[in-house]
């Protein structure tokens, strides 16, 4: 499985999510909001009013910190 993780400094919900994909032993590649890119592009391809983080996997996306634990659940992941 491949997961993305669309974060930004200072949020404690993506710091949450990063921690349990690691505790899980789960690579993932983050890409950081003013470094990787802008908040117009977070807004283009998750929409307005979209919060963070935004997790992908394999494509589909997952959602947030609470919808990502879930689905790691979901799956026997955790």
């Given amino acids: 499985m491949k997961?993305?993780?669309y974060s930004k400094e200072e949020c404690p919900h993506c710091y949450?999510?990063?921690t349990v994909l690691e505790l899980c032993g789960i690579d993932y590649t983050?890409?950081?909001?003013?470094?990787?890119?802008?908040?117009?592009?977070?807004?283009?391809?998750?929409?307005?009013?979209?919060?963070f983080p935004r997790v992908i996997c394999d494509g589909q996306l997952?959602?947030?910190?609470k919808?990502?634990?879930?689905?790691?659940k979901t799956?026997?992941?955790v």
Avoid: C, P, R
């Avoid at 983050?30 to 807004?43: M, N, Q, R, V």
């Avoid at 997952?62 to 910190?65: P, Q, S, T």
């Fill in 3 to 5: 997961f993305i993780v």
């Fill in 16 to 18: 949450q999510v990063k």
């Fill in 30 to 51: 983050t890409y950081e909001l003013g470094e990787d890119y802008s908040k117009e592009e977070f807004i283009d391809k998750f929409g307005e009013g979209s919060t």
């Fill in 62 to 65: 997952i959602g947030g910190a």
């Fill in 67 to 72: 919808e990502t634990v879930a689905y790691l």
């Fill in 75 to 77: 799956n026997s992941i």
